[in-house]
């Protein structure tokens, strides 16, 4: 066997939290030959960024590495000095960070910041390099690839801005190339048109890569190996098939089980029934443009409606038309039958209170400065009139619902929590006011895969035992599989489909559905190939969903 | 042209021995001198040049007297303000404690000067030896307290040019001065962070109605804006000292109103397209839970700052106005007055270094107060935006 491009032996990294430096990676070991794709998984915390840099021989700030070696063909990045490095970043080593948008400077042209490394370096000159741009931009399938150098980075999509960015990763012709989470911002069916193109440049090229990603199916289309990782430690690393067939550790098999959580339908409700929510033909605007037409759905008692759709479609300003947030032009929301006033601040308290919502974002969906119990204490206090240790029990009471134990926690700030329990204290305000029915915005999209189906068992039993009625947003239909009754399918502001799950995940489709499906990564290793065979090279992404406009 | 030469003479000197200096370090196997750039080796070489010139004229330039007065100075303030560190660390409550534990020497002695500043405020009338308007000795007595030099032993720090004690005059002025700009700030942030916070909450012709009155009033220059002012509200007040104060209390509470409301606008708009913020607006709470419940406890850390800085411009915006003879009206001790009186003094620099400290002296008192109450705003700025995260 030959001598690995990258070797990393017991390394450790530190980082510094309140003045003290902690452990965060224990002793990783890394072997990644010429030509291979590495996948590193693993929660949020695990480590998988801050080592992905650390292959560089690079830290952020905060973290420093403090024992063992990375070694990349042969050159201790350790101890390097800063010289060295700078001639191997770039050019032999390059980095695609998670948000290409983020990492893109807007004040100049995609072509010029291509070409700056290359230059920079002496592989080619400036005319040289931009040809070769255009013939990676169209190796990567980027439309007009003469042409779209020279735009800026907000004159161009998501999905295209990030096959730039691996086109300027390439634009050296690395040996090595670390991708960080390259398609987590990004809609299905923009995400399989990035990673089909990765997947082909890495491949032609015979680059090595690690590719970091918390997303079980989008690794196993992507690897060779993966290497799971838990709180700095290695759990476990094998063949992608291996690891996929069978895990060793319970810690991998938990991984692979959160996607079997699934909930049986609830029987259609009874003909003739008043749907708690109804929203009847809604047009909305947001100034002079029009972002809704004529949108309507029904959402019954103690069913749950997934909206799904992807970023654009308008799914989440359905959510603030039924909230009055964005009062419709025209059309009609009823409670339980009676119309609402569009407009929030004309509501009554009672109507306030029946309709609830729970945020993506659960930091800032709580107030830093309050604790649990006030946040959780206001809506008790402001709805029902409860003070002093009636509140306060109550508020314990909520705590104990969404099972967190009371007294450990009301008096805590929201920043002493992790990311699932703040989420489950935005579910515990929205129960304070005990409402009929609640919107839950992409509420699971923020967390990892074990924490987010803790979150989806708890609506799901809090549900059975109130009858409480969810709309729920999501992208993900993973999520849709396993919670919902019913699927509102939504496109360029109009629903283009909905109906019962069973119906919706069973064919015939309307061709954006099918579409949407398909392009969910399953966690065969060969699913990509066999859908790029099925459906062809120029049918998925966003050429696909610009032939049905 | 020599001071030319010999200036470029230095430099070249201190790039020649930058350079060796990184040449050494890139041969040792520590991470910090092996990476150091070419600029930062310059900036160590040129650290060590200024050292060397400050200890050549503490010791052996006799003309230095005031270098060296700012280096003992600077040392006692180091000093004191390691102890009160120190004390703080020792006395008080585990919270006050573990605030002392983590403060920089710098936020020590902002907090030991403000504090010395607030007692003698306070206790003014029983700290000064005289009054603040008595007539005690000859005119223009030089401090140092030593008859050999022009000075008397009873009034360390000399007298002014109508012969009144300027330890006094100066203790009284802590009271006036600083008094006066305290009240003023707080009448500037009630004002100006009540309605941007209203504007950023509200929004719509509100928000724009106020806006541009305050870009209207923005637009003035300030100084010469409160100079207009006050000229009107001396026609106003008349012989009636005590009213013409409290019209330069609003006169500059309201220009600095408008700062503080643009900055209190743009943090409660930031705060106001939050989550939570939204939900409590669909709960259907009121604008005053909004404000005070919801926007106020985010926007502490900022306005808090704010304070701190705008203290100190409204401070000097009356120690200017005094100076220019429309700010605090005689015989009132005011630091502005005292350095606008004895200013001529400074021109005997050269000759005594003693009379030229007669007007440092209070502009010393308002430079000392500004950099400590920086100070302390540095350091809770710092506390703050470590907190966020």
Redesign the interface.
């Known amino acids: 066997m030959t001598e690995p491009l990258l070797k990393i032996r017991g390394l450790t990294l530190e980082g510094l939290s309140d003045?003290t430096w902690t452990q965060i990676v224990n002793g990783v070991d890394l072997d990644l030959h010429r030509g291979e794709v590495l996948g590193l998984i693993g929660e949020s915390g695990a480590g998988k960024s801050t080592i992905g840099l650390a292959a560089m021989g690079f830290t952020r700030d905060g973290v420093r590495i403090s024992g063992g070696s990375v070694e990349f063909d042969g050159i201790d990045l350790v101890?390097a000095?800063?010289g060295v490095k700078r001639d191997l970043l770039g050019k032999r080593i390059a980095y695609v960070a998670q948000s290409a948008a983020a990492s893109f400077n807007p004040a100049h042209k995609l072509i010029d910041q291509h070409t700056e490394a290359p230059v920079e370096h002496g592989v080619m000159n400036e005319k040289e390099s931009q040809e070769d741009a255009m013939r990676l931009y169209e190796r990567l399938r980027l439309p007009n690839p003469e042409e779209i150098g020279f735009r800026y980075p907000h004159q161009v999509s998501g999905g295209q801005l990030q096959r730039a960015m691996t086109a300027m990763a390439m634009s050296c012709r690395p040996d090595l190339i670390i991708f960080d989470e390259p398609t987590t911002a990004l809609d299905v069916t923009t995400q399989i048109e990035v990673l089909a193109a990765i997947r082909d440049i890495v491949e032609q090229f015979g680059t090595a890569a690690i590719y970091i990603t918390h997303d079980l199916a989008v690794v196993a289309q992507m690897a060779d190996r993966i290497k799971v990782l838990f709180r700095g430690d290695e759990v476990e690393e094998a063949a992608t098939r291996t690891m996929l067939d069978s895990p060793q550790e319970d810690y991998t098999r938990s991984l692979w089980a959160v996607r079997s959580f699934e909930r049986p339908e609830k029987p259609a409700p009874a003909a003739g029934a008043v749907p708690v929510i109804s929203v009847d033909a809604i047009d909305a605007f947001y100034g002079d443009v029009q972002v809704l037409r004529g949108v309507s759905f029904d959402i019954h008692e103690g069913r749950t409606v997934a909206v799904v759709g992807e970023s654009g479609s308008g799914k989440s300003t359905a959510a603030r038309c039924i909230?009055?947030?964005l009062p419709p032009r025209s059309g009609v929301i009823r409670l339980d039958g009676e119309e609402l006033p569009l407009d929030?601040r004309k509501?009554s308290?009672e109507q306030?209170r029946q309709?609830?919502?729970i945020?993506q974002?659960a930091d800032?969906?709580?107030?830093?400065?309050?604790t649990i119990g006030e946040i959780i204490g206001?809506?008790v206090e402001?709805?029902r009139g409860l003070k002093g240790a009636k509140r306060r029990d109550r508020v314990a009471q909520l705590l104990h619902e969404i099972e967190l134990p009371p007294g450990e926690y009301i008096d805590r700030l929201p920043?002493e929590l992790s990311g699932g329990q703040k989420q489950r204290i935005g579910i515990a305000?929205a129960l304070a006011?005990e409402p009929k029915f609640i919107i839950c915005d992409e509420v699971t999209s923020a967390l990892d895969q074990l924490v987010a189906e803790g979150i989806l068992r708890l609506l799901a039993r809090l549900q059975d035992e109130r009858k409480l009625s969810y709309m729920f947003i999501t992208h993900d239909l993973a999520t849709v599989r396993a919670i919902s009754d019913e699927v509102v399918v939504m496109k360029d502001g109009e629903v283009v489909e909905q109906g019962p799950k069973r119906e919706m995940f069973s064919p015939p489709h309307h061709p954006y559905t099918d579409l949407l499906l398909s392009s969910v990564p399953e966690m065969d290793p060969d699913w990509l190939t066999n859908l790029l065979e099925e459906r062809g090279r120029d049918n998925i992404g966003d050429a696909a969903v610009n032939k049905m406009a | 042209m020599t001071t030319l030469l010999g200036f470029l003479g230095v430099l070249a000197a201190l790039l020649v021995a930058a350079f060796a200096a990184r040449a050494a370090g890139?041969r040792t196997?520590n991470a910090y001198l092996?990476?150091m750039t070419f600029a930062g080796a310059f900036g160590w070489m040129l650290l060590l040049a200024a050292l060397a010139g400050g200890v050549y004229l503490y010791a052996f330039v006799d003309g230095a007297v005031f270098f060296r007065w700012a280096v003992q100075f600077f040392a006692v303030a180091a000093v004191a303000a390691f102890l009160f560190r120190l004390a703080g660390r020792s006395v008080g409550t585990e919270a006050t404690k573990k605030g002392f534990r983590?403060m920089p020497l710098t936020a020590s002695f902002g907090l030991l000067t403000i504090l010395l500043y607030a007692l003698t405020a306070i206790l003014a009338p029983l700290l000064a030896p005289y009054g603040q308007s008595e007539v005690v000795g000859t005119v223009n007595m030089l401090p140092g307290g030593d008859p050999a030099t022009g000075g008397d032993p009873a009034h360390p720090l000399g007298t002014d040019q109508i012969g009144r004690d300027l330890l006094s005059r100066l203790i009284y002025g802590a009271q006036n001065t600083v008094g006066i700009a305290f009240a003023t700030t707080c009448i500037a942030f009630f004002v100006g962070g009540a309605l941007g916070f209203l504007a950023a909450t509200i929004g719509g012709w509100f928000d724009n109605i106020l806006s541009r009155a305050v870009d209207v009033l923005m637009a003035i220059p300030s100084l010469i804006f409160a100079l207009l002012l006050m000229t009107i509200a001396s026609a106003w007040a008349g012989n009636q000292q005590w009213q013409l104060t409290l019209y330069m209390i609003f006169i500059i509470a309201l220009i600095d109103s408008t700062r503080v409301f643009r900055l209190a606008r743009a943090v409660g708009q930031n705060i106001v397209v939050?989550?939570?913020i939204?939900?409590?607006?669909?709960?259907?709470?009121g604008l005053s839970y909004l404000i005070f419940r919801?926007i106020l406890?985010?926007a502490t850390a900022p306005l808090l700052a704010e304070f701190g800085l705008r203290f100190c411009f409204v401070f000097l915006t009356i120690a200017a106005l005094s100076f220019l003879g429309v700010g605090i009206q005689p015989p009132l001790a005011d630091w502005g007055t005292m350095v606008r009186d004895l200013a001529q003094f400074i021109n005997f620099a050269a000759f005594s270094p003693l009379a030229a400290a007669l007007p440092l002296m209070a502009a010393g008192a308002i430079a000392l107060l500004t950099v400590a109450v920086n100070f302390v705003v540095d350091w809770v700025l710092h506390r703050s935006s470590g907190?966020?995260d």
């Open positions: 003045e101890n000095r800063m909230t009055g947030l929030y509501r308290k306030l309709i609830q919502m945020y974002m800032t969906a709580l107030n830093p400065r309050k206001r809506p402001f709805y920043s305000r006011a | 890139q196997s092996r990476d983590q939050m989550d939570y939204e939900a409590a607006k669909l709960r259907g709470e919801e406890p985010n907190l966020k």
